[in-house]
């Protein structure tokens, strides 16, 4: 990570890994079609409304800061998107789940369907993108899409390396989680829901029981 000179006005576009994944495929995938806006590296704490210089020096440790430069690596920037408002708005749009406790057995499942209070109609053009932490946990599946082609965020912004590889990321307008089989023991992950037009997540626990098998006295059991 670099930062960037900002006494004057920088334009730094560069492709992400994912960018340049889709204009090496050749096979017209590669089309920019929106954008968005972000402000990551902003820390409005140092926003002073108490600087004795008046009003006009309220943000000037911000409005002075470095400006970080463009990342190829999608799954760590643009966490915190900005978003335009009617006029005279007081509230921000904040993405809300039915349930944000899911318990499952073997084979159970549950809906999940994310709605956005605060701004009407939000989300409702691209939808959100939904992560699974854990692979080994559950199936997660669409079952209603947007009906766009590659409407989703890419990667979500707060999960590791590490944590990514296990990961599985699908994007609709509402899913089903489905349960797996865990013989050893009770199975926990998350759910992470974002909007892809609003930003802002939702997190859902997720606990898979260990699976209870029966078994008949007197009758061994054969390994398969």
Do not use: C, W
Not at 37 to 49: K, M, T, V
């Amino acid at each position: 990570m670099g930062y960037l000179d900002n006494s004057s006005i920088t334009v730094d576009a560069i492709l992400t890994k994912k960018g340049r994944q889709l204009l090496a495929r050749g096979r017209d995938e590669f089309k920019i079609t929106q954008f968005a806006l972000a402000d990551d590296e902003i820390d409005y704490d140092l926003y002073n409304p108490d600087h004795p210089l008046g009003t006009a020096f309220y943000g000037i440790v911000i409005e002075n800061m470095p400006v970080i430069e463009a990342l190829p690596d999608e799954t760590q920037m643009m966490k915190y998107k900005l978003v335009t408002l009617p006029s005279r708005s007081t509230r921000i749009p904040v993405i809300s789940v039915q349930n944000r406790n899911i318990t499952l057995s073997s084979g159970g499942t549950a809906s999940i369907r994310p709605y956005t209070r605060n701004f009407n109609r939000g989300n409702q053009t691209f939808g959100y993108t939904a992560i699974l932490s854990d692979s080994d946990a559950a199936f997660l599946r669409v079952t209603r899409g947007t009906g766009r082609r590659g409407a989703g965020a890419t990667v979500p912004a707060f999960i590791g390396d590490n944590e990514a590889a296990q990961t599985v990321t699908v994007s609709g307008l509402s899913f089903e989680v489905i349960a797996k089989a865990q013989p050893v023991e009770d199975k926990t992950a998350t759910i992470t829901v974002v909007g892809n037009e609003t930003g802002g997540s939702v997190t859902i626990n997720l606990t898979i029981e260990k699976q209870e098998l029966e078994t008949t006295p007197g009758v061994a059991l054969e390994a398969l």
